[in-house]
């Protein structure tokens, strides 16, 4: 950007968030959805049943099976999972291990977003023009308040709520490309640790099961770093060419290089993708793109080049695959990182109209959460009561005061926040995003709190589990139950709620038989058969919340081969 069109920032505006607070905004965010709750279903629960069958030895770590039935999976998250059961399950329970290991993950994600921003913000061509009188920002306080707003858009990013709280292959592919993003800026500042890391994340994020996006982030990091006026960049290229190396040959070893393409050309198809993008990477993309017009004659300068082409790789993978969130999750440090460097260049209005947005926004979400919680616990009013009763048959709501005092200081703490906001003169930098993140913080710790036990009950197969095993009778643990037509996370499910061994399929010479038999049903024109040669049906349980999902079981009634 030509010095007449690059942003003025007075000292003023470089002034740090303070610690305390910003530590606060990353607890509040990362806690909750981690603590107190099922791994929930698709992905998450199959997931947890592959790494606890790998810890307790119930299957093969190299070629794992649910139930004996063979699922594909990346290995090393799942190993990953596993040696976290094992290392600390004893003390802390399979789950909350499991969880430990991969929000650790997350944690490193957010703080290489931190530091990749931190460092790009000190770059020549991303720094403020020179005011004329003197009293401009000094570059490390100004790269410094830039990496506390990219910090502050990352956590604001909605997409990142559940997905990123999930313990799935996904969360190290996060934890990766965030790497491989501080690697690359670090690069001019640092010497030794970028490069040892950079040794690592891409063949990692291959193995994680993301090797395409990792091969094209690589390739363009090294066109990236060749043409750099940094001689610390340009020494990293014979790096990043020896990690591709290593994550080709890793995907290859690992079975990770799966061509997979989904994208069905149609106009539907591209509205409801460009539809995911838009509330998937709220607030970010707005501001990215401010980014990608207000610094435009800096396309080829690192501080914009290098989250740019991080955020279109993963873009682009997105929508090879048809459109699938899981994929787009790794845009999120690209895009928050060019969202930081839009908030220089924010004139007053348009920081205005973020934040009155999201004071709107976030409390009428709040709100409605609050609402629906009083009509769960007291029955008034009727309506909204009824609908949650129809929509989760069976749930009984559970009152815990812990919850509802964790609501009510996170509703307080937003009062509090949006008062500061509005009623004084804040002039630094990532003011702008304070509020969103706020905004998320809160709706996530409410939703996580007063919600708990209804989307645990809603998003769980546990009630499944729970309904059936009374159906199977006084059978012992380790007793052998056939599942047929189940999905891999039901099967999951079932070995993770309980302590009985299911078996995916019979077996030829399978001794003994197993006793018992689930079956599963899908859709409502579907019919459980009130006998099978050999099996008669005992009962027939509903997901509670998916009524077209029918599962029986069958006991056997005779010697049928």
Not at 115 to 130: G, I, K, M, S, V
Not at 274 to 290: H, M
Not at 454 to 467: G, K, M, N, T
Not at 516 to 536: C, D, E, N
Request: glycine residues 8%.
């Amino acid at each position: 950007m030509s010095v007449s069109n690059a942003p003025w920032v007075t000292r003023r505006e470089v002034a740090r968030l303070p610690r305390p607070a910003l530590l606060l905004f990353c607890a509040l965010w990362l806690l909750p959805g981690f603590v107190g709750r099922d791994p929930w279903r698709q992905v998450e629960v199959t997931s947890y049943g592959v790494m606890l069958a790998m810890a307790q030895d119930r299957t093969s770590w190299w070629a794992p099976t649910i139930a004996g039935l063979p699922v594909e999976v990346a290995l090393l998250p799942h190993w990953l999972g596993a040696l976290a059961i094992q290392a600390l399950g004893h003390w802390t329970g399979p789950v909350v291990a499991v969880r430990l290991a991969f929000g650790g993950l997350l944690l490193l994600a957010m703080a290489c977003v931190w530091y990749a921003t931190f460092h790009l913000a000190r770059t020549e061509a991303a720094q403020p023009a020179p005011l004329p009188f003197g009293g401009e920002a000094p570059a490390v306080d100004y790269a410094r308040a830039l990496a506390d707003g990219g910090l502050l858009a990352f956590i604001a990013t909605l997409g990142l709520l559940q997905l990123g709280h999930e313990t799935s292959p996904e969360v190290l592919q996060l934890a990766c490309s965030s790497a491989f993003l501080w690697c690359v800026a670090a690069a001019p500042w640092r010497r030794f640790t970028p490069r040892l890391t950079l040794m690592l994340c891409l063949p990692l994020m291959a193995a994680g099961g993301a090797p395409g996006i990792a091969v094209a982030m690589g390739l363009l990091g090294v066109a990236i770093c060749a043409r750099s006026g940094y001689p610390g960049a340009r020494q990293l290229v014979p790096w990043l060419m020896a990690s591709l190396v290593g994550a080709v040959f890793i995907a290859i070893q690992l079975g990770t290089w799966r061509w997979r393409y989904g994208l069905e050309p149609s106009w539907e198809e591209a509205l409801l993708i460009l539809r995911e993008w838009i509330w998937f990477l709220w607030p970010a993309w707005p501001l990215a793109l401010w980014t990608a017009w207000r610094w435009r004659a800096n396309w080829a300068s690192r501080h914009v080049a290098l989250p740019l082409a991080a955020t279109t790789c993963a873009i682009v993978g997105s929508v090879f695959v048809g459109g699938d969130d899981r994929v787009l999750m790794l845009a999120a440090p690209g895009m928050a990182i060019l969202a930081a460097f839009a908030l220089p260049t924010f004139r007053r209005q348009a920081s205005s109209v973020i934040d009155w947005f999201s004071i709107f926004f976030f409390s009428a979400t709040a709100l409605f959460i609050w609402f629906m919680y009083a009509a769960m616990h007291t029955g008034w009013p009727a309506k909204p009561a009824a609908n949650v009763a129809k929509l989760a048959r069976g749930y009984v709501p559970e009152f815990s005061a812990v919850a509802l005092l964790l609501a009510l200081a996170g509703t307080l703490a937003w009062l509090a926040l949006v008062r500061w906001r509005t009623r004084r003169q804040v002039h630094p930098l990532w003011k702008s995003m304070v509020l969103p993140a706020g905004g998320v913080v809160l709706c996530w710790l409410l939703l996580m709190t007063l919600w708990l036990p209804l989307l645990d009950y809603a998003r769980s197969y546990r009630p499944v589990v729970d309904r059936v095993l009374p159906h199977l009778g006084s059978m012992s643990a380790g007793a052998c139950v056939e599942v047929r037509g189940a999905h891999p996370a039901l099967l999951a499910s079932l070995e993770v709620f309980s302590t009985l061994r299911y078996e995916a399929q019979s077996r030829a010479g399978q001794t003994p038989r197993c006793e018992a038999l689930i079956q599963v049903a899908k859709g409502s024109t579907q019919l459980l058969p009130p006998s099978m040669p050999g099996w008669r049906l005992s009962a027939t349980v509903l997901r509670p919340t998916d009524r077209e999902e029918k599962v029986g079981v069958y006991w056997r009634v005779t010697d049928a081969p």
